[in-house]
């Protein structure tokens, strides 16, 4: 049974352009949600979808954007790079009505 | 708001003592779930263990464990007799609606972790 599985697993942008990392959740989860890792630091929420609808939000600006297909799988995107948008980008399904999250082993995306 | 906060930056433990890794809270919700996730240098997040804030019973998932505190807004977690292969960071995690709550959980706020290293 493949887990989450994100694509590509290593990127490499230069500051001001965009990037689109992927994910296509768990068999059977249709709930997915993205997290930024910073160096040295814990995960931090961007954002959760739930049949295709952006469910929640957290402290991330507008230039970070996403989209569930109707297969559940996900894209996360970020316009107009900046340096301090260099971590690990993480993404987490779970079934909808279920307390665990699945994590994929992330994308690190490097911005020069 | 919620916050987590894990205030052992690292741990050195020898291979086959117990580990207890601490984690206190913050949150304004009645109704929360608390997390362990383990991060060996892989980069993924592998669940270990869940307690919702109504559940009576400290859980448990084999050598895992989570002594919950609600008075005290803490969360630890204890592993038995260590083996090598538990280095890795350690996050504890807190969401602000659990499963029987309906709609599934919110996303999850993470602490900065404890870097875990088990000496044989």
């Known amino acids: 049974d493949a887990g989450v599985t994100q694509s590509p697993t290593h990127l490499i942008k230069t500051r001001g352009q965009q990037v689109t990392l992927r994910c296509s959740p768990k068999?059977?989860?249709?709930?997915v949600s993205w997290y930024q890792q910073a160096l040295g630091q814990g995960p931090q929420f961007i954002f959760q979808y739930y049949e295709e609808e952006e469910r929640q939000r957290g402290n991330f600006p507008d230039r970070f954007s996403g989209h569930q297909f109707p297969n559940y799988s996900s894209e996360l995107n970020v316009n107009a790079l900046l340096l301090g948008d260099s971590a690990l980008y993480l993404c987490?399904?779970?079934?909808?009505?279920?307390?665990?999250?699945?994590f994929g082993s992330g994308t690190r995306l490097t911005v020069v | 708001a919620q916050k987590i906060t894990q205030t052992q930056p690292g741990m050195f433990v020898q291979e086959k003592e117990a580990v207890t890794l601490d984690c206190t809270y913050d949150?304004?919700?009645?109704?929360?779930?608390l997390f362990w996730y383990k991060q060996p240098s892989s980069g993924e997040m592998i669940f270990l263990i869940y307690q919702g804030s109504y559940d009576e019973q400290n859980a448990t998932e084999g050598r895992y464990s989570l002594n919950f505190q609600k008075a005290r807004k803490s969360a630890n977690l204890v592993i038995s007799a260590s083996q090598l292969g538990d280095s890795a960071m350690y996050f504890c995690?807190?969401?602000?609606?659990?499963?029987?709550?309906?709609?599934?959980?919110?996303?999850?706020?993470f602490g900065k972790g404890t870097h875990l290293i088990i000496q044989p």
């Open positions: 068999s059977g989860h249709d709930t």
């Open positions: 987490a399904s779970s079934p909808d009505i279920y307390y665990g999250y699945t």
């Open positions: 995690a807190m969401s602000g609606k659990v499963a029987y709550s309906g709609g599934g959980a919110d996303g999850l706020t």
């Open positions: 949150t304004s919700d009645q109704s929360y779930g």
